[in-house]
């Protein structure tokens, strides 16, 4: 009886286990069913989106190429050009290549944007679409304040000059830009001890055009015409004056100084017997020191374009419209 029992009670055991391990079968089977139906639909329902999303692609540029490219109230009627230094609007509608009766929407306004800038002498370009048919072109150049005279390796005198960033530009051409601006041009100080190897010499060329700003700035004829700054020196300007004066400035504060320069020039105007200065150095803020000429020295070194006369044309932005 008792080894009976035993062998029953191991009977339903082993029923059990091998039922467990159909059932773990079968469902196993069921689940790899299911994820590849899964899989499927996935599949089908991508298909079906890019199926759509490239129809209406189509026919989105089926429209705009022939329809709304070709309605005739959207063709341009007039090319509106905005320029502020030597380019002629003319010029500009040519390197913008835009024909009149091309539609608007067809003009692709960032890549137009890009070439215009790419011209050295545009510093920025500006598009606008004015619907129904107008297109404006806004243009500011580049406005050069030195020149530079590098000597090149076989020793002939380069000139190249620089704007207000410190980019550079090549003179205008006198047979293809106005005479004022080319003379403008060529009366721009020049900038020397400019060195590209050393090390802060993109730093002092811009404290050497920070210069320049302020002095323009300065009101017209109170200061003498410069004729050149040098950066030679670390940490200050030398600025040689069309009447022989040399005078330093320390690097900053360039409209006190040239406040400065210009008290000390009126004073000794107003002095019976008026004086002339060969050099003074504004970069010591008290009791600046003056080196004074000759009382023979002025008459026969005094230079023709001295104070006095009128001041030397200058790049200045003149903005103008045209409409075409």
Do not use: C
Request: glycine share 8%; net charge positive; aromatic share 4%.
């Amino acid at each position: 009886m008792f080894g009976r029992d035993q062998e029953n009670r191991r009977r339903p055991r082993s029923g059990t286990v091998l039922e467990a391990r159909l059932r773990s079968d079968a469902g196993g089977g069921g689940g790899t069913g299911g994820s590849a139906s899964r899989s499927g639909r996935w599949l089908l329902r991508t298909a079906v989106i890019l199926v759509l999303g490239a129809s209406a692609a189509a026919g989105g540029w089926w429209v705009r190429e022939n329809w709304v490219h070709r309605i005739p109230s959207l063709a341009i009627r007039e090319v509106v050009v905005e320029v502020d230094g030597v380019l002629s609007p003319d010029e500009v509608r040519r390197l913008a290549g835009v024909p009149k009766g091309r539609n608007i929407l067809s003009v692709d306004l960032p890549s137009l944007r890009d070439r215009l800038q790419n011209h050295p002498r545009i510093a920025s370009a500006r598009i606008v679409a004015e619907f129904p048919g107008t297109l404006l072109i806004g243009i500011r150049e580049r406005l050069p304040l030195v020149a530079v005279e590098p000597l090149s390796r076989n020793g002939l005198q380069a000139r190249y000059l620089l704007d207000e960033t410190g980019h550079l530009l090549l003179p205008l051409e006198p047979s293809s830009a106005p005479a004022e601006a080319v003379e403008a041009e060529a009366a721009l100080p020049v900038l020397l001890g400019h060195d590209p190897r050393r090390p802060t010499a993109r730093a002092d060329t811009l404290r050497a055009l920070d210069f320049v700003r302020a002095y323009e700035a300065a009101a017209p004829g109170s200061l003498p015409e410069i004729r050149s700054v040098s950066i030679a020196e670390p940490g200050v300007l030398v600025v040689a004056t069309a009447d022989g004066t040399e005078v330093t400035f320390t690097a900053g504060d360039y409209a006190l100084q040239l406040q400065r320069w210009g008290d000390i020039l009126r004073q000794l105007t107003a002095l019976a017997e008026p004086r002339t200065i060969r050099s003074l150095d504004l970069s010591v803020r008290q009791n600046s020191p003056i080196r004074w000429n000759e009382p023979s020295e002025p008459a026969a070194t005094k230079d023709p374009d001295a104070p006095g006369r009128a001041p030397r044309p200058r790049p200045k932005r003149q903005p103008r419209r045209s409409h075409a």
